[in-house]
């Protein structure tokens, strides 16, 4: 990895949310090029980014994807090798709160990528959706690539939209080119540094005193941060100097527990080490499945790839960094890195 990322030119969107700032750290720590392009942040929520990016050698550019000139010049001016596709709208409560927002954000957003893809023949670029952009009965017990995408919530149906984006391009305009363009769909990923809104985790953190949880028994793939973000710089790696057939524009990254944890483990296990008051307690006025579990055969097989840690594990590093963040956040980032590399 080192070999093949030094000095690399990089592009990452929304490298200013939870993944994106991760996503910056490890590819620094080989020795990319990092630009990054997002919203100029306001809130504390992304204290990730401002503690350990904003002077660690990362180019930091402020601009709304939905501004097509924008980003196409700015791709024309930094003249990345690879680009990463994360800025979105993410949430999928609020994406019932504000759903013009999410299409606009997500679906428009996505559309102007591809065509500065197109417009500067970007070669390699990885387009992250989420593993909701599939259609769920709550029967299956983990999905493939080639199983029925569909959406519910204006969120993951936006998601959706998007894959479907990415298909047109691949099979109309990028098919007789080296241009490659694969979508990523994660299971819930998890890690130190998590700000979201209505997120387990995250508000768990946020929570001063007593905390209420309101879908105890949902069950979700959850994954240490670095687990699917090292698979996507294996698939970029892969991906870059070969054409891909049609059944490789998509891949799963997923945890590899075959008894997949619900909240309320999850939860009881990270308060063991704070002690905080938890309350459990249903709200049938938010639809969410409750089962939702993804199949990374593909990217096993093709990639070599694994989830390296544990939900345990995954679990013991959050409340690591947690513990540590306040006394120096870019630390404790680059030692998880390294840890987790070793």
Same mark, same amino acid.
């Given at each position: 990895?080192?070999?093949?990322w ?7 969107t929304?490298h200013?949310?939870f993944?994106g ?9 080989f ?9 100029r942040p306001?809130?504390?929520e992304?204290?990730l ?6 002077n ?6 402020? /601009? ?7 980003? =196409?010049?700015?791709?024309k001016?930094?003249?990345? =090798?690879?680009?990463?596709h ?17 299409y606009d ?7 102007n990528?591809?065509?500065a ?8 670029s990885?387009?992250?959706?989420? =593993?909701?952009v599939y259609?769920n ?5 983990s999905?493939?690539e080639?199983?029925?995408?569909g959406?519910d =919530? ?10 479907i ?5 691949n099979d109309i305009?990028?098919?007789?080119t ?6 990523v769909?994660?299971g ?8 979201g ?17 309101r ?12 687990d ?7 698939l ?12 490789q524009?998509? /891949?799963n990254?997923a945890?590899?527990?075959k ?36 199949n ?6 093709i990639?070599k790839?694994?989830?390296k840690?544990?939900l ?5 590093k959050?409340?690591e ?18 840890d987790?590399?070793?």
């Amino acid at each position: 990895m080192y070999s093949f990322w030094k000095n690399k030119k990089v592009l990452i969107t929304g490298h200013t949310g939870f993944k994106g700032s991760w996503l910056s750290l490890l590819l620094i720590h080989f020795g990319a090029k990092v630009s990054g392009v997002s919203l100029r942040p306001k809130r504390k929520e992304y204290l990730l980014f401002q503690k350990t990016l904003l002077n660690n050698n990362c180019n930091n550019y402020y /601009l709304n994807i939905l501004n097509l000139n924008k980003i =196409d010049n700015l791709i024309k001016k930094i003249k990345p =090798d690879f680009i990463f596709h994360l800025a979105a709208q993410p949430f999928v409560l609020e994406g019932y709160k504000y759903p013009k927002r999410t299409y606009d954000t997500n679906v428009t957003g996505t559309l102007n990528i591809l065509e500065a893809i197109k417009k500067n023949k970007i070669k390699t670029s990885i387009i992250v959706t989420t =593993d909701k952009v599939y259609k769920n009965d709550e029967r299956k017990k983990s999905f493939t690539e080639t199983d029925q995408l569909g959406g519910d =919530d204006p969120y993951s149906s936006s998601k959706h939209i998007c894959e479907i984006l990415v298909k047109n391009y691949n099979d109309i305009y990028f098919k007789n080119t080296n241009i490659n363009v694969v979508t990523v769909r994660a299971g819930n990923v998890i890690g130190g540094g998590d700000r979201g809104k209505n997120r387990l985790i995250p508000d768990f953190f946020k929570t001063k005193k007593e905390m209420y949880i309101r879908s105890p028994y949902s069950i979700r793939p959850w994954q240490f941060v670095l687990d699917p973000l090292y698979g996507y710089l294996k698939l970029s790696k892969y991906i870059h100097n070969k054409k891909l057939q049609s059944s490789q524009l998509s /891949l799963n990254f997923a945890p590899n527990d075959k008894k997949a944890k619900n909240v309320k483990y999850i939860i009881n296990k990270i308060n063991q080490s704070f002690n905080k008051k938890i309350i459990f307690k249903k709200n049938n006025k938010i639809k969410e499945k409750k089962y939702l579990n993804l199949n990374s055969n593909k990217a096993k097989k093709i990639l070599k790839w694994n989830c390296k840690y544990d939900l345990n594990m995954s679990l013991k590093k959050i409340v690591e960094w947690e513990k540590y963040y306040k006394k120096d956040t870019l630390k404790i980032c680059q030692n998880q890195i390294k840890d987790f590399l070793n």
